[in-house]
Structure formats: structure tokens, C-alpha cells
């Protein structure tokens, strides 16, 4: 067995379904065998940000690892932004990087691809993950890459690997995977027990949960631990998506002064804060109304519990739940909570569409055909999909890059083989928008809503006076039929009806549906979030 196959076998096994990448002399030897040796099927995108958003939403949504393989230099630099979003929000993935070989650096000249030094990649990628590794000593590598590869699923991070490429096709030993670290049991049943006697005691307990409880394959059992302990259940933003379809008591996404305020006071009144997986983040909770004093709250994220002033090391939450779980009977009746409804019953008029126009539609796709996961970009497309029902979803909510929503929508699609709801703005599409050209060869066909404003508008919103922000119009739709597609642009809220009525039964190819947008029409909730953080910004300035 070679080395590259020895990594691929692990990877396998740790959980990748499928790689995505683009090659380059550097990556061309290790890419022959992945393609030769059929370990894990390979989908080529078009640009590196692309792949590394791609192999992100395939982590996240999988539960496995996501793979994106690049080439040395211009290709693994170009994926910088992919990769730093991975490690913000959690997201287990793992870079393979062609390298330069064991001698090429005694040459005496500077090597292609080269920026400060052959090792500057190697540093530069220290910054954006949990763990790397060279594979330059062939009998060493299977316990580098069991490290790295457990290091990846345990944090839940982004992991760095480069393969010279005078190695890939080196004799190697099979990996043998990291048995999980140990825990602490009676540290365990000691945090246990605590938390038990704080939800105890508290008059309005609330659960929320964040980013991990995915990350980690945990919302079965998060959702039987909300019913067992009869608690009301709120997402982070971040986190919406979860507990979509598991039973759990589920109230909403508490998005603060942006979001539903019956959701809000429930948790802001809490006295019982649990806060499950969800990452500490200004998106999360910089615009609360009230201020939530995070020391009295209960806080399991990073493999650790911390409660009050005092913190419990080395607590996985996959232990903590199920040391809960141990802890508290089962129900003895199921717990109801009030949710609030959706809205739905688009009416199909010659009227204008406005974003919540748009939700109104895609509630009304969902309760006719089934749910859909949906792969968002940032913008008012995510924040109007706060008004669709709860289903599967994938987005940028803490680092808030643009361009995510495409690529992730494939990477999807190529993980789950459910055909993706894609929401994307025209300038995200700008960017990215372009990897739908990639859908023909592999069979993806996902439904694309481009909100088309011709503008950069959440941006407008915080700084109208910009001109900067205008944007010309591209006729996106147009573009759809050489990209492999089907395109077509709506003004109307019955020509958006008709055209997802057509998309939804046309199978096998893209469908870009361009939602023509008056500038200055916004999303209800994001309306409320740009409202809350000048609010909260005027209040600090005063």
C-alpha cells in the first residue's frame, strides 16, 4: 500500500464520503492515485474557495470529515478563506495540500509557487487549524495521520495535511485510528449533577443549542434529553437547522432584538441558561436586549463545562449528554411548547417580491413536496431564512463570508444526495455562483433563488451613503443555459410561484431562479438586526 492510499483508507474510515479538489503539478501524483484507486470518489470544482466551502458543507452536514485536496502554494493559499471560515464555525475538515519534495530545496532556486519560503504555507495554515502534518518520513506517517485525523473529528476543526510529492507513492502501513481520550469519570458525574441541580432550582430553564450538537452527531440525543428534562429548546443563529425534524420541544432561533420576541424573553428571562454547543459569538449574542450575564448561564462548548466561576476540563460533549441521558429518566409524558407558526399562502399576484415574499413561497414548496435542506450564502438571503420552517441548513452565521452558499449547496448534495435549496445575493453569486457549471458532470441538480438587488444591501443598510454598493445588473438567469442550467428571472410573486412549481419538477439539471428585488427592500429580520446593532452601537457611543 502506498502512502497516499494509506491516507485515503484513513480518511474513509474517520468518515470522509468523497473528496473535492482542484489538481496542480504539486497535487497531480497523490490526485492519479485518488482517481486510480476509486478509495473515495473525487469531485473537481472550478476554484479553491469553492472546493474548500464545498468539503466544508460535507463535514458539517455528514457528521464525517470534509476533504478538500489543492495543490502547493497557489492552490492551498487560495483556499485561505475557506479554511479560516471551517475553523470559526467548527467544521471538520481536512486540507490535503501537494508539497514540494525532500530535496527540491537544495536546488539553489527559488521554486514555483514559493511565496516567502517553502515552509510559509505550512505556518500560514498553523493560524486557521487544530492540527498539521508533513508526510515526509514514511514510517512515521500512520501515526501522524491518526493524530491529525483524530484531532479533526475531536475539535471539530479544520486539520492541515501536505503530501511532498516525492512521497505519495512511497511503501506505508495502514493507519490505525486514536482510541477516544479517556474521561474522568468522577469528574464527569460531578459536572453531571451540578448542572442537574442547577436546571433543578431554576423557575425558567431554557436549552439552546449551538453548532456542536451537530458537529458531533449529537441531536437524537440531545433531542431525548430536552423531552426528558421538560425543557423549552431555542437554536442559536448559528445553530438553526438543528433538532429541524427529531421530535425536540423546539420554540425558535433566539436571534435577540432581531428575532421573535416571545423567543427572545424566554431566554433572556432565564434563570436556567444551558447553553449546549453554541459558540460565544457577537452574531449570537451581541444583540440581545437585555443583557445576558453569561456567568450565570451554563456553558458546554470545546470539550469543556463551565459553570458560574468554575470549569470542568476535559468534559467531551458526546460524555456530557450522555452522562445527562444516564441521569434522567425517561418522560413520562411528552413535553409540548407553543412554536411559532411559519408563515405560508404566497399570494400569487403581479406584485413586486420583497424577501418575505420569498419564504412565504418556499414554506409553501415544502408543505406540497417535502422538506428540502438549504444551503445559504450571507446576506438577507440568511436572514430570510429565518421565516422558512425549520429544516436542515448550512450557512456562514459567525465568520459571515460571502461566496458559501453555492459551493456549500453542492457539497451538499454530493454528501447527502438530497437535492439542496440554494439561497445566495447577487454579489455572493458574483463570486462563487459560477461552480453550478460544475453540476452536469456529477449529476447535482440543485433549486437556486438568487435574490437580485443589483446591490451589495446589507452593507447598504449599515452605510447608505456608499456608492459602492451599487452593483450592475449581470442577467444571471441568462447564464444558466450554457452552464448546464435552467435560468429564469421573476419580478412577480406569481411568476416566483410558477417558476418554483417548474424547478421542483424538473429534475436532473440546476435551476437558477434570479429573484428580481427593489433596492431597500429588506427581510423583516434583518430590518430588526440592523435596527438593534445601531441601537445597541449609539448606546456604547453615548
Not at 43 to 54: I, K, Q
Amino acid at each position: 500500500m502506498t502512502l497516499t492510499e494509506s491516507l485515503l483508507h484513513a480518511l474513509k474510515a474517520h468518515g470522509a464520503r468523497q473528496i473535492f479538489g482542484i489538481p496542480g503539478d504539486f497535487a497531480l501524483p497523490y490526485f492519479r492515485i485518488i482517481e486510480e484507486s476509486k478509495i473515495l470518489p473525487l469531485h473537481t470544482l472550478s476554484h479553491e474557495p469553492g472546493v474548500g466551502f464545498a468539503a466544508d458543507a460535507a463535514g458539517r452536514i455528514g457528521g464525517g470529515l470534509g476533504v478538500a485536496a489543492v495543490t502547493y502554494g497557489a492552490g492551498a493559499l487560495n483556499m485561505i478563506n475557506s479554511v479560516a471560515a471551517a475553523y470559526a464555525e467548527k467544521s471538520p475538515l481536512v486540507v490535503l495540500s501537494g508539497g514540494p519534495g525532500r530535496g527540491e530545496s537544495n536546488s539553489g532556486l527559488l521554486l514555483h509557487h514559493q511565496a516567502k519560503t517553502l515552509d510559509s504555507q505550512f505556518q500560514i495554515f498553523r493560524e486557521i487549524t487544530c492540527d498539521q502534518v508533513r508526510l515526509d518520513d514514511a514510517a512515521r506517517a500512520p501515526a501522524d495521520i491518526a493524530r491529525v485525523l483524530a484531532n479533526c473529528l475531536r475539535n471539530s476543526q479544520p486539520v492541515y495535511i501536505e503530501i511532498p510529492r516525492d512521497m505519495v507513492a512511497q511503501p506505508c502501513a495502514a493507519v490505525i485510528a486514536e482510541p477516544p481520550p479517556a474521561v474522568d469519570g468522577e469528574a464527569l458525574q460531578a459536572c453531571v449533577a451540578e448542572i442537574l441541580e442547577r436546571i433543578g432550582r431554576a423557575s425558567a430553564p431554557v436549552l439552546m443549542v449551538g453548532v456542536e450538537v451537530r458537529r458531533f452527531g449529537l441531536e437524537d440525543k440531545v433531542a431525548e434529553l430536552s423531552r426528558r428534562l421538560g425543557l423549552p429548546v431555542v437554536t442559536s443563529f448559528m445553530g438553526r437547522g438543528l433538532l429541524a425534524d427529531h421530535g425536540a420541544p423546539l420554540v425558535g432561533t433566539y436571534m435577540g432584538l432581531a428575532g421573535l420576541p416571545e423567543v427572545t424573553r424566554l431566554v433572556e428571562d432565564s434563570d436556567g441558561l444551558f447553553l449546549l454547543g453554541v459558540i460565544i459569538s457577537d452574531t449570537n449574542f451581541a444583540v440581545s436586549e437585555k443583557h445576558i450575564d453569561l456567568r450565570k448561564t451554563i456553558q458546554a462548548l470545546e470539550g469543556r463545562v463551565t459553570m458560574g466561576y468554575h470549569t470542568y476540563p476535559r468534559i467531551p460533549l458526546d460524555a456530557l449528554v450522555d452522562g445527562l441521558l444516564a441521569c434522567v429518566p425517561p418522560a413520562a409524558k411528552h413535553f409540548e411548547v407553543s412554536r411559532p407558526a411559519f408563515p405560508h399562502g404566497l399570494v400569487a399576484d403581479e406584485a413586486t417580491i420583497a424577501p418575505a415574499d420569498v419564504a412565504l413561497a418556499v414554506n409553501d414548496l415544502m408543505a406540497a413536496h417535502g422538506k428540502l435542506p438549504i444551503a445559504s450564502d450571507m446576506g438577507d438571503c440568511l436572514f430570510t431564512a429565518m421565516d422558512i420552517e425549520h429544516t436542515a441548513l448550512v450557512a456562514p452565521g459567525y465568520y459571515a463570508t460571502m461566496g458559501f452558499g453555492v459551493p456549500a449547496g453542492l457539497g451538499l448534495q454530493a454528501a447527502t444526495g438530497q437535492r439542496p435549496l440554494i439561497l445566495v445575493g447577487d454579489g455572493a453569486f458574483q463570486m462563487t455562483g459560477w461552480e453550478l457549471g460544475n453540476c452536469r458532470r456529477y449529476g447535482w441538480d440543485p433549486i437556486v433563488l438568487l435574490f437580485n438587488n443589483s446591490s451589495w444591501e446589507m452593507l447598504r443598510t449599515f452605510q447608505p451613503e456608499s456608492g459602492f454598493n451599487d452593483l450592475d445588473d449581470w442577467g444571471f438567469a441568462q447564464m444558466a443555459a450554457g452552464m448546464g442550467g435552467d435560468g429564469v428571472r421573476v419580478h412577480t410573486r406569481a411568476q416566483l410561484k410558477q417558476a418554483l412549481d417548474r424547478a421542483m419538477a424538473t429534475r436532473g439539471r440546476f435551476q437558477l431562479i434570479e429573484v428580481m428585488i427593489p433596492r431597500g427592500v429588506l427581510s423583516e429580520t434583518l430590518s430588526r438586526f440592523v435596527a438593534g446593532v445601531k441601537r445597541l452601537n449609539a448606546a456604547k457611543s453615548g
